[in-house]
C-alpha cells in the first residue's frame, strides 16, 4: 500500500530560476525502508524536504503522511536542553500532557540505549550518542514516516556501523516507513529493499533488494547490487 506518492513532480527555485526537481515519479510503500543516492546537487535533498513539507512542489502532485520526523545529518539538538529535553520538545509542542511526554521520552530514549544519558547535555555526549539522540526524537512522535538526511556520514566507520544496526532494528520492530538519503551505496543497499538513484533533478533508474537481513557489506550479492547501483550512476543500467 503506496505510503509516499511522487507523480510528475517538479521544483524550481524562483531565486535562482534554476531546477530542484524535474518530472520526478515513485512510490514508496507502508513499512518499507527505502534509500535515495545520488551526487550532490541531484535533487534527492529537495526530494526528502518536500517529502517533509520544508519545501513546496511547483508542479506535479505529492501524496504524503501528515506527520513525519526527520533526523538530521549534524543531530540538530538543543544545545541549552538535555537529551531528555530535547526528546520530549516535539510531545510539547503538540500539547502532550506532561507524564505522557516524559514516559515516551524515556521510552525512545531506552530504545536507543540512551536512559542513562538522559540527563546529559549534548556536550556532554559523544557524536554517536547525539545522533541518537536525534533519532529518538524523531520516533518520539511516533510518525509514520522517519527520514533521514544522511544521518551516518559524520560519524567514524565503527559508530556508523552500529547506528545502522540501530536504525535496522528499529525499522523492524515498529514497521515504521523509513527514506533515506545516502552517498555510501553498500550502505543503501545494507540497510533498504530499494533503491532510488537520482541524477540531474530526476529518477535515473532503481534497485529492488530483495537480500534476508543482516546483510554483511563484503558478501558477493551485496557487492553485485552495489556494482549496479553503481552502473545506473554511470548511465549503464536502469532498473533492476
Given at each position: 500500500m503506496p505510503e509516499i506518492i511522487f507523480d510528475r513532480v517538479g521544483k524550481l527555485f524562483p531565486s535562482t530560476g534554476?531546477?530542484?526537481?524535474?518530472?520526478?515519479?515513485?512510490?514508496?510503500?507502508?513499512?518499507s525502508f527505502s534509500s535515495i543516492v545520488g551526487a550532490s546537487g541531484s535533487g534527492k535533498t529537495t526530494t526528502l524536504r518536500i517529502i517533509a513539507g520544508l519545501e513546496q512542489e511547483t508542479s506535479g502532485h505529492v501524496v504524503v503522511p501528515g506527520r513525519v520526523g526527520m533526523v538530521f545529518q549534524n543531530a540538530a539538538l538543543f544545545p541549552w536542553a538535555t537529551a531528555l529535553e530535547n526528546v520530549s520538545f516535539g510531545l510539547q509542542?503538540?500539547?502532550?500532557?506532561?507524564?505522557?511526554?516524559?514516559?515516551?521520552?524515556?521510552?525512545?530514549?531506552?530504545?536507543l540505549g540512551l536512559s542513562a544519558q538522559a540527563h546529559l547535555y549534548p556536550r556532554m555526549l559523544s557524536g554517536?550518542?547525539?545522533?541518537?539522540?536525534?533519532?529518538?526524537?524523531?520516533?518520539?512522535?511516533?510518525?509514520?514516516?522517519?527520514?533521514?538526511?544522511?544521518?551516518f556520514s559524520a560519524l567514524d566507520e565503527e559508530v556508523r556501523l552500529e547506528l545502522c544496526h540501530?536504525?535496522?532494528r528499529i525499522w523492524q520492530e515498529t514497521g515504521i516507513t523509513v527514506v533515506m538519503i545516502s552517498h555510501q551505496l553498500d550502505e543503501a543497499v545494507a540497510l533498504s529493499q530499494k533503491v532510488f538513484v537520482m541524477k540531474q533533478f530526476s529518477v535515473a533508474?532503481?534497485?529492488?533488494?530483495?537480500?534476508?537481513?543482516?546483510?554483511?557489506?563484503?558478501?558477493?550479492?551485496?557487492v553485485a547490487l552495489v556494482d549496479h547501483v553503481r552502473s545506473i550512476y554511470r548511465g549503464e543500467g536502469n532498473t533492476v
Amino acid at each position: 500500500m503506496p505510503e509516499i506518492i511522487f507523480d510528475r513532480v517538479g521544483k524550481l527555485f524562483p531565486s535562482t530560476g534554476k531546477p530542484g526537481l524535474v518530472d520526478v515519479s515513485f512510490t514508496i510503500n507502508k513499512g518499507s525502508f527505502s534509500s535515495i543516492v545520488g551526487a550532490s546537487g541531484s535533487g534527492k535533498t529537495t526530494t526528502l524536504r518536500i517529502i517533509a513539507g520544508l519545501e513546496q512542489e511547483t508542479s506535479g502532485h505529492v501524496v504524503v503522511p501528515g506527520r513525519v520526523g526527520m533526523v538530521f545529518q549534524n543531530a540538530a539538538l538543543f544545545p541549552w536542553a538535555t537529551a531528555l529535553e530535547n526528546v520530549s520538545f516535539g510531545l510539547q509542542m503538540q500539547g502532550e500532557k506532561p507524564v505522557h511526554v516524559r514516559a515516551t521520552a524515556e521510552k525512545y530514549l531506552a530504545m536507543l540505549g540512551l536512559s542513562a544519558q538522559a540527563h546529559l547535555y549534548p556536550r556532554m555526549l559523544s557524536g554517536g550518542q547525539r545522533q541518537r539522540v536525534g533519532i529518538a526524537r524523531a520516533l518520539a512522535i511516533e510518525p509514520p514516516v522517519l527520514l533521514l538526511d544522511e544521518p551516518f556520514s559524520a560519524l567514524d566507520e565503527e559508530v556508523r556501523l552500529e547506528l545502522c544496526h540501530d536504525v535496522l532494528r528499529i525499522w523492524q520492530e515498529t514497521g515504521i516507513t523509513v527514506v533515506m538519503i545516502s552517498h555510501q551505496l553498500d550502505e543503501a543497499v545494507a540497510l533498504s529493499q530499494k533503491v532510488f538513484v537520482m541524477k540531474q533533478f530526476s529518477v535515473a533508474g532503481t534497485c529492488d533488494i530483495n537480500l534476508p537481513y543482516p546483510r554483511h557489506p563484503h558478501a558477493p550479492e551485496v557487492v553485485a547490487l552495489v556494482d549496479h547501483v553503481r552502473s545506473i550512476y554511470r548511465g549503464e543500467g536502469n532498473t533492476v
